[in-house]
């Protein structure tokens, strides 16, 4: 049986430079094109990896012949002469820090096999072999990945295997001077959490936690369909981001949002900025089912080269999205005020996105290539999220099904129907079918229900059950700064010293309707400078005062009268309601599986 043989090198690290060579064991023909994916599973962007792309060469190795490569467009090649032993060797700069490409410095390096590996067309299924190369002499590295190993050293650079292309690039690859791996089991299975980066977190705390996270979301589906599981964990200095494969997930995590002992010894809780790590991981863990295996149809059928529309991504990432912090709750990591806290804050986040009222949810999942991963600074207005609005009518389909078939029914077992039926055999997932399997289990006529929420701009209806499962939801008028200045004028300002610039105007606000533009700078109201405590000044207009703005744009100094709204920007609040009648209490701890009877 012929293979396909990759090897890789970080050959110069301090360049950023990573050299790939293809062979072939097969001939190949004259007409051999040759592919780099343009966009990545999960990200749904095309990202044009081929844009790093230094040198490509091609040899047949069997007489030492160069062999011409002419390039077709942005992602393809062909080679101009047949070769009985082919070798293509490609040079790639790697300097993308994000989790979706590929990385490497002298410190450590990063390998998405779609940003650098060359797919053969008519080989998508050829078994592969890899050689993972050490870096030149000097540099103490180990390596860490998910795909399976041939033979390795000490280090875990070494021979590797693949059972197709598609196999290969759904493994990625970590390596470095600081890499920690933390073990933990989840039914029996090796998991760990792999901190790629210098630290000080409280390792024991955070596998203890992870592994009941893990295990919650195992119960969904009462399969875990991995034989090991990682979370590469990049440290950073600021911000979240994650990207899910088939037995990993990929993780960017700032560093004081690791755990840490003294602060729990200090306070007596977990921290904040902990809580959100732990969110992005039991939402990247949901995705091993969700996702990975549980597969549209337009993704898993798609070659990687142009886009692949879609128009229920809610259902792969809203959905996620509803059960990353229900993972939390059912984990036992925060209580159940603790939830409700995280859902209020989804439930105000996407009060404030004038583009609900634009933008349909399934149009939100086909448009993802367009508008949601090229934001700009009307994207507010003009877009909604498929992920929080997706999780919003996850919920409101969630609590609708349990209170409608008394129980019998959730979207616990919506989800377990969508395993058994298309997941575990990998069978893609035609479009819309979650909204279909919904019916059915329910026995529920959930048609205009769907036909409503996904194709016009409906608000999800989150809070339409909440009573009857004990809870209160409230919208009031915020208090902090940014909601004063948000909702008093319609704006959203950049952060930080100097002059208030202008990133946002909102739709049909006072900013708006005379003619304030994102990127003006504020510099004085009736007169008097304007300060970064824009809120306290604002106190002393009541509703409706004419308000004379002075304001920069470019090098033009502009003046603007505008009439202030009443109220800051508004805020949900949850809580649970102990004046509720036991049958709304016991739905309550159905549904969070409150097993611990804290609250």
């Not at 490497?104 to 998405?112: A, K, L, P, T, W």
């Amino acid at each position: 049986m012929s293979t396909l043989n990759y090897t890789v090198t970080p050959v110069d690290p301090a360049a950023h430079r990573f050299r790939v060579q293809l062979r072939l064991t097969a001939p190949a023909d004259a007409a051999l094109t040759l592919y780099l994916p343009t966009w990545i599973p999960g990200s749904y962007l095309i990202r044009d990896f081929a844009r790093h792309l230094l040198a490509i060469e091609a040899v047949d190795e069997v007489d030492g012949r160069s062999i011409a490569v002419q390039a077709l467009d942005r992602s393809s090649w062909q080679l101009a002469e047949p070769a009985a032993r082919l070798c293509v060797t490609c040079d790639f700069y790697a300097r993308d820090a994000s989790v979706r490409a590929a990385f490497v410095d002298d410190m450590r390096g990063f390998i998405n096999f779609t940003s650098l590996a060359l797919r053969p067309a008519g080989h998508e299924q050829t078994p592969i072999a890899v050689h993972l190369a050490a870096p030149p002499a000097g540099y103490d590295w180990s390596l860490v990945t998910t795909l399976p190993m041939t033979e390795v050293d000490g280090r875990g650079f070494g021979d590797y295997r693949a059972a197709s292309y598609w196999d290969l690039i759904d493994h990625p690859v970590a390596m470095g001077e600081a890499i920690e791996i933390v073990p933990y089991r989840v039914r029996g299975v090796e998991h760990a959490f792999v901190l790629l980066g210098p630290h000080d977190a409280d390792t024991r705390q955070l596998a203890i936690d992870l592994a009941a996270v893990c295990n919650a979301q195992a119960d969904v589906f009462d399969e875990l369909p991995t034989e090991r599981y990682l979370f590469l964990s990049q440290i950073i200095d600021a911000g979240f981001g994650g990207l899910e494969h088939r037995d990993s997930s990929v993780l960017q995590v700032p560093r004081n949002a690791l755990p840490s002992a003294a602060r729990v010894a200090s306070t007596g809780k977990r921290d904040p900025a902990y809580e959100n790590l732990l969110g992005l991981a039991s939402h990247e863990y949901f995705h091993l089912w969700n996702v990975k295996r549980i597969r549209p149809a337009a993704v898993a059928e798609s070659d990687l080269v142009g886009e692949a529309y879609f128009r229920d991504l809610w259902a792969y990432e809203g959905v996620t999205s509803y059960y990353d912090d229900l993972g939390l709750v059912r984990a036992g990591v925060i209580n159940e005020q603790g939830y409700l806290d995280r859902l209020a804050k989804l439930a105000t986040r996407m009060e404030r996105t004038p583009g609900r009222h634009v933008q349909s949810l399934a149009q939100s999942s086909f448009d993802a290539w367009l508008k949601f991963y090229k934001p700009d600074e009307n994207t507010p207005n003009a877009v909604v999220s498929y992920y929080g609005k997706g999780a919003q009518l996850a919920l409101g389909l969630d609590l609708k099904m349990r209170l409608e078939s008394e129980g019998r029914v959730s979207l616990d077992t919506v989800m377990q129907a969508a395993w058994q039926r298309y997941g575990r055999d990998d069978r893609p997932v035609p479009e819309n079918a979650l909204a279909s399997l919904a019916a059915e289990i329910s026995g529920l006529d959930l048609c205009d229900f769907f036909e409503f929420h996904l194709e016009t701009t409906a608000d999800a209806p989150w809070a339409d059950y909440l009573g009857d499962f004990g809870i209160r939801a409230l919208a009031e008028p915020a208090t902090d700064d940014v909601s004063i200045v948000r909702g008093r004028m319609g704006l959203v300002l950049s952060e930080g010293s100097g002059p208030a610039r202008i990133v946002n105007v909102l739709d049909d606000g006072p900013a708006q309707a005379v003619g304030i533009s994102p990127d003006d700078r504020m510099i004085a109201f009736d007169g008097i400078e304007v300060g970064r405590e824009l809120a306290r000044q604002l106190a002393r207009y009541p509703a409706g005062a004419a308000l004379r703005v002075h304001l920069f744009r470019g090098d033009q100094l502009l003046v603007r009268e505008m009439r202030l709204a009443g109220d800051a920007a508004p805020e949900w609040h949850l809580s649970i309601d102990e004046t509720a009648d036991e049958a709304a209490h016991a739905r309550r701890a159905a549904w969070l599986h409150r097993e611990r009877g804290d609250s």
